[in-house]
């Protein structure tokens, strides 16, 4: 039941790919007449997309191949909670600009924004709501009801974004906001008219995907951290769902069905790859939830809202500073998430502490200084080698406070003499061992089609990722 989808991990190094040319206010190009025209978006936009397509795509295979071949217990060996924790809570200081940038656009909408996201999931999230049922039967027929779900604990978001929405077209259009204001609700009744009803992603549609050496260790490494997140993930949906952990075959397939899923975001989408969401984790824990079928059901909504374009304009008239509020508490989630990795480990060590706070400290300075760095034309020699690639390659690694951190982290976590428990890495090979019901585990996480697959092929029935019939 861990949901898959665009993940900020995947954030931070396209924005260090990216940087290597930088957006321009205004951007002149010449018309069908021959003349000069300047307009505020990049002609070339397709090639930046191209570039990260093919670099995720590369990076994506090295995770196919964890799961196909079982090389999932190598990584949980040498990353631990603590680069886990270091990864994920320097994503959520990372974007913080991000967040910044948006919402002081219009700091009242931003505020209202975040005030109402938390008065309706913690405040009032234990009140129910009426909702009409309809009920049927083959003994009773139809019956009519009133049902009284907690509604406020899932829709907290998408009903505080609609209100603020709504709020800003109303003094859009009786001109309390004035003109310029970035709160407005643009008039999109032209973009509706040219965007197509239907369209379907397709590869190759922004160009031939490009590779490049910075690019491809970026995602990889965003790839490695968003694969360690997921397995801490599965754990903590099984343990929600009052389901068995699940076994080494289970965690094998989750790994190579995300690899595929980044594989395809980066052959036909917009080159920012997938990783199960740890909100959709807690969304269990609070809505009592963890149907596969609703999951499912969930899936084919979005598929066909991907779909219709139509659904993408209406979306894009959003205001920046609503957006900017609905930031603040993503990536304040993210950052929370991150954080809470830490309980596995030893708080009270000198060591942990030491670890944590230096790749911390880190992670934040070292991309401050590198983008000062970057468009300095005398502070850029020092990063500088003298080739493209390379150069490229330290620019994208000291940009991306995840991977500066997760690099000091990983590193000291596995030099400096700690036990296993002091680390926290015993925790996932003691939940896997706590279930002692092998029909219910095997009823849960098998796969019928791969069972099906095993019975007719023999060799597939030895792949890491199939249960043993």
């Known amino acids: 039941n861990a949901e898959y989808g665009g993940s900020f991990i995947f954030f931070p190094v396209a924005a260090g790919i990216l940087s290597k040319t930088p957006c321009q206010e205004v951007y002149t190009v010449i018309d069908q007449d021959g003349n000069n025209v300047n307009q505020t978006w990049d002609p070339n936009w397709h090639h930046r997309m191209t570039e990260l397509q093919g670099n995720l795509m590369l990076a994506s295979v090295v995770q196919i191949v964890l799961g196909s071949l079982g090389l999932v217990g190598l990584l949980l060996k040498v990353v631990g909670p603590i680069t886990i924790a270091v990864m994920i809570a ?44 309809v009920k049927y039967s083959r003994g009773s027929g139809i019956k009519c009801g009133v049902a009284w779900p907690r509604l406020f604990t899932t829709l907290s978001v998408i009903t505080s974004l609609v209100l603020v929405w709504v709020l800003c077209g109303i003094l859009t259009a009786t001109g309390v906001l004035p003109e310029g204001d970035p709160a407005r609700v643009r008039d999109i009744s032209e973009d509706l008219r040219i965007a ?12 031939t995907p490009r590779v490049s050496v910075g690019g491809f260790v970026g995602f990889l490494a965003a790839i490695l951290a968003g694969a360690i997140e997921s397995i801490g993930d599965y754990f903590a949906c099984a343990k ?43 969304a269990i824990g609070l809505t009592k939830v963890g149907s596969r079928r609703v999951i499912f059901c969930s899936a ?18 959003i205001p920046r500073p609503v957006v900017g509020g609905m930031y603040f508490v993503m990536f304040g989630i993210v950052l929370a998430v991150g954080i809470s990795n830490l309980r596995f480990i030893d708080l009270t060590s000198s060591r942990n502490i030491f670890i944590i706070g230096l790749s911390l400290y880190f992670g934040i300075i070292v991309p401050n200084w590198a983008y000062k760095a970057i468009n300095d034309p005398i502070q850029v020699k020092s990063i500088q080698t003298g080739n493209e690639e390379f150069d490229q390659l330290v620019r994208v690694i000291l940009t991306s406070g995840m991977i500066v951190g997760a690099i000091i982290a990983c590193f000291l976590d596995n030099t400096i003499p700690g036990s296993a428990e002091e680390r926290g890495m015993t925790n996932y090979e003691t939940e896997s061992k706590q279930c002692s019901d ?27 990722f199939v249960p043993t019939i």
């Not at 369209?199 to 190759?204: A, C, E």
């Not at 068995?244 to 595929?260: C, D, H, I, T």
């Not at 089609?449 to 095993?454: G, I, N, P, S, T």
């Open 90 to 133: 320097l994503i959520g200081c990372n974007l913080a600009p991000t967040a910044e940038a948006m919402a002081s656009t219009n700091w009242k909408i931003s505020l209202l924004m975040i005030a109402l996201v938390a008065i309706f999931s913690e405040y009032l999230k234990k009140v129910p709501v009426p909702l009409p049922t």
């Open 196 to 207: 197509k009803w239907i369209y379907f992603p397709y590869p190759g549609q922004f160009g």
């Open 240 to 282: 929600l769902s009052g389901a068995p952990p699940p076994p080494k075959y289970a965690l094998n397939r989750g790994m190579l069905m995300e690899g595929v899923g980044c594989f395809l975001t980066g052959l036909c989408g917009p080159g920012l790859g997938v990783t199960s969401y740890s909100e959709n984790i807690g």
């Open 300 to 317: 084919v909504i979005m598929l066909l809202m991907g779909t219709i374009g139509k659904i993408g304009v209406l979306f894009a008239s």
């Open 438 to 464: 092998q029909e219910l585990r095997d009823k849960i996480y098998r796969e019928p089609l791969m069972e099906w697959a095993a019975g007719k092929l023999p060799l597939f029935r030895n792949l890491p």
